[in-house]
């Protein structure tokens, strides 16, 4: 490809709103200060020597002055394969960087304005432009035009905020890496939906869902189970390599769940007569759309979907690229089952290269968001997030105390004398002494790694603690709040140890691994949660509800209560009728 020529259009004096300087000595001194901006962000962008070309940056000053400056820069690096990303350059790029985020489809601030992240010319007519700004000359439609006009001319154009880029780094760089910053500007539409109507899909389709009866629920999950037994073959065949752990277990956990729509979503949780012919009742509802985020596991995307379909929310999927032909030909299986019902929208997968952090500021979209992967996706969603909730975990930090099996009463017969290990594992799990734990030892020990270490492998780190209640501080200083367990015969020094430890299961004489919402009975799971507020630990349907108030009355005011006023609060508790979803 030709090298890239960046035509850079600036609004000096919106980018340096701090200099206060009248007449032509302003436009002067905005004009040295966006060269050296300009030169600063060639400077700390990262080429090898094959990249470094020069070229021709135009400077406007909000249409007066016209001058250039000759910087280093990279090649754009355009594909003509508009799935591989998000911009197609072409020779030259326009950006056009202001105070705002990107074009809007009608004046900021106003009620229903959305952001456009794809521009095409024949959508003109539906953006609605304000006036022009206090700041700026002509107002965007103005801007509009220009890039319509440079567009035209073979140039690509995008539309950015430039003091304020979307990620760390330069805004013009964002761009041309293809990150989604701005609105960019496009000859042709994508055949597949972009995102944001993907998730106004989804909403649509969820609220249709939660209307269904559940026993059409629990139809739309039947089916879906058949259709994976049926479609087995098909299934591996899309892709064998991402199935092999997962290929006996798809449809158990979905049939396991059925049996426990009927009471769950619409469920009536409390019934109250506030006074005579007022009555108040608390049911369980969706919480609306989700967006789970998910690496790697296929299996995950018919469990997710089932609970989804089970609590009558909406679904946003976003699988990872290691699985993309597993997850796309199960989701049409998803897509097959809710048909029967005419929901097939309610559940959306994300197949465009969209980044994790682009759709964690689709806050107006989303009103749950649920990462299952690795402890570093959550810590990413969890700082992309822009007002949406997360769902998730910490690092899966464990802790297991062995309290008394020998030392209690080491001659007698059922104490502990030997701690075997099976020759198969010997030589593939790696121990980790603690700091204290090492100092006992009379051989040198594997190398220390900070106690608040997930080591996902088969390995694992012994330390010594004094008490139970020194095991209770080591965990609380560096456990994750997920699961802890101890080994002890004592049934007092459990149950201490149970009401102590602050984790989402906290297990007397049992694995860890039975931390798990198969195990423990509701069936899937959309993972589990360490956090204290809504669900915490294993997350099945219930954690995917909310609830509301239905007050029923009889044209009662409030100055029916009053002192002088005919009724009086009763505030009585009446038996839960069974409620009809529908």
Not at 215 to 227: G, K, M, S, T, Y
Not at 457 to 465: A, F, G, H, R
Request: a neutral charge.
């Amino acid at each position: 490809m030709a090298e890239e020529i960046f035509h850079c259009l600036y609004i000096p004096h919106l980018l340096y709103p701090f200099l206060r300087v009248d007449g032509h000595r302003r436009k002067k001194r905005h004009m040295r200060h966006i060269r050296f901006w300009t030169l600063n962000m060639a400077k700390h962008m990262t080429l090898n020597n094959g990249q470094r070309r020069l070229a021709e940056v135009l400077v406007v000053a909000h249409g007066t002055c016209v001058t250039s400056h000759r910087i280093f820069h990279c090649r754009a690096g355009a594909r003509n394969n508009p799935s591989s990303s998000r911009y197609d350059l072409k020779k030259s790029l326009l950006n056009l960087l202001l105070l705002i985020n990107s074009l809007f489809d009608s004046p900021p601030g106003s009620d229903d304005a959305k952001l456009i992240d794809i521009f095409y010319p024949g959508d003109q007519q539906s953006v609605t432009f304000g006036t022009k700004s206090r700041v700026g000359m002509g107002g965007m439609e103005a801007k509009v035009k220009a890039a319509l006009w440079a567009f035209q001319g073979g140039t690509s154009v995008v539309i950015a905020n430039g003091p304020h880029p979307k990620v760390s780094g330069h805004v013009i760089t964002d761009i041309v890496e293809g990150k989604k910053v701005g609105t960019f500007f496009s000859e042709v539409k994508p055949a597949s939906p972009t995102v944001e109507e993907q998730g106004e899909m989804a909403r649509s389709g969820g609220r249709m869902l939660a209307t269904l009866e559940p026993e059409q629920r629990a139809e739309i999950i039947h089916h879906l189970a058949d259709l994976l037994t049926d479609q087995r073959d098909e299934i591996l065949l899309a892709n064998k390599k991402d199935l092999e752990e997962a290929e006996g277990r798809l449809a158990a956990p979905l049939l396991k769940y059925c049996g426990l729509l009927p009471g769950q979503c619409g469920a009536g949780l409390r019934q109250m007569q506030i006074a005579k012919d007022l009555e108040l009742e608390q049911v369980t509802v969706p919480i609306g759309v989700l967006l789970v985020i998910f690496e790697s596991r296929p299996d995950c995307l018919p469990q997710v979907a089932a609970l989804a379909i089970a609590s009558g929310n909406g679904l946003l999927l976003k699988g990872g690229k290691e699985a993309s032909h597993s997850n796309r030909i199960l989701h049409l299986l998803t897509q097959e089952a809710l048909s029967i019902h005419g929901v097939k929208e309610a559940v959306q997968l994300v197949n465009t290269r969209e980044e994790v952090e682009d759709l964690c500021c689709l806050d107006k979209m989303i009103d749950l968001l649920i990462p299952r992967g690795s402890s570093q996706l959550l810590r990413d969603i969890q700082k992309a997030a822009k007002g949406i909730p997360v769902m998730g975990q910490s690092e899966g930090i464990c802790h297991m105390l062995v309290r008394d099996s020998k030392c209690e009463y080491p001659a007698a017969c059922n104490a502990l004398e030997t701690l075997l290990i099976h020759r198969d594992l010997l030589r593939i799990v790696k121990i980790h002494a603690g700091p204290k734990f090492a100092s006992y030892l009379a051989f040198s020990p594997s190398e220390v790694k900070p106690l608040r270490t997930e080591y996902g492998d088969l390995e694992l780190c012994i330390e010594v603690v004094d008490s139970v209640q020194d095991a209770i501080d080591h965990i609380r200083k560096y456990g994750s709040s997920h699961t802890d367990v101890i080994v002890t015969e004592n049934e007092k020094t459990a149950e201490f140890f149970l009401q102590h430890v602050d984790s989402a299961c906290v297990v007397w004489n049992a694995s860890t691994r039975f931390s798990d919402g198969y195990r423990f009975g509701p069936g899937a799971e959309v993972g589990i949660s360490t956090s204290r507020i809504h669900a915490r630990g294993p997350v099945g349907l219930e954690g995917l509800l909310t609830t509301k108030w239905l007050l029923r009355g009889q044209d009662h005011v409030l100055s029916d209560f009053s002192e002088h006023g005919s009724l009086k609060h009763l505030h009585e508790n009446l038996p839960i009728p069974q409620r009809n979803t529908n």
